[in-house]
């Protein structure tokens, strides 16, 4: 190092990072392991991993606490050989998608709920938002569904309104 008047401290650390920021990036990515640890398998398969990686992951399934821990920093580890940036896009991406959705999840749910409430405006609105939708048939399911919910019964004729609704949904 270079002190008085040949220099200073600084001029040495140009470009360099600290301990701590490198600390700082390390727990970071072992974070962004353990985002994927809690991600369900069909959508690590989405994910573009190096094969090391992807065997690491598979192999956490099941783990529990120390020896999850342990994978877990491994899994960290990993992470700095890989496209992590990549892996954080990706991992973004399926989440926006995953709430959107529970959003249309939602969505289903409120006017299956307002078509029992027998709210009038609401299937004027699903005739509109659906090409293929059957007023007569969500009209006998939903004098059904009031029936089932006055007799103290299953709702059957509710989740029959939900699923026709996901279908029309799914048509269009």
């Known amino acids: 190092m270079?002190?008085?008047?040949?220099?200073?401290?600084?001029?040495?650390?140009?470009?360099?990072?600290?301990?701590?920021q490198i600390k700082r990036e390390l727990l970071a990515?072992?974070?962004l392991g353990k985002e994927l640890v809690e991600l369900p398998f069909r959508d690590i398969e989405k994910l573009n991993l190096s094969e090391r990686l992807h065997d690491a992951l598979v192999k956490v399934q099941g783990m529990q606490k120390g020896a999850l821990k342990r994978q877990i920093s491994t899994i960290g580890g990993l992470m700095v050989h890989e496209d992590y940036e990549h892996i954080?896009?990706?991992?973004?991406?399926?989440?926006?998608?995953?709430?959107g959705q529970i959003k249309e999840f939602h969505q289903l749910e409120?006017?299956?709920?307002?078509?029992?409430?027998?709210?009038?405006?609401?299937?004027?609105?699903?005739?509109?938002?659906?090409?293929n939708f059957?007023?007569?048939?969500?009209?006998?399911?939903?004098?059904?569904?009031?029936k089932?919910?006055?007799?103290?019964?299953?709702?059957?004729?509710?989740?029959?309104?939900?699923?026709?609704?996901?279908?029309?949904?799914?048509?269009?």
């Open 2 to 20: 270079k002190f008085g008047k040949q220099g200073n401290y600084e001029d040495d650390l140009d470009g360099e990072i600290s301990k701590s």
């Open 29 to 31: 990515l072992k974070a």
């Open 88 to 99: 954080r896009a990706s991992l973004d991406k399926i989440r926006q998608a995953h709430n």
């Open 110 to 131: 409120l006017w299956r709920d307002q078509l029992i409430a027998e709210d009038n405006e609401v299937l004027s609105t699903l005739r509109n938002e659906f090409d």
């Open 134 to 146: 059957d007023m007569q048939h969500v009209r006998q399911l939903v004098r059904n569904a009031n």
């Open 148 to 172: 089932e919910l006055s007799q103290n019964k299953p709702a059957k004729s509710a989740r029959l309104i939900f699923k026709y609704l996901q279908q029309c949904q799914a048509e269009s």
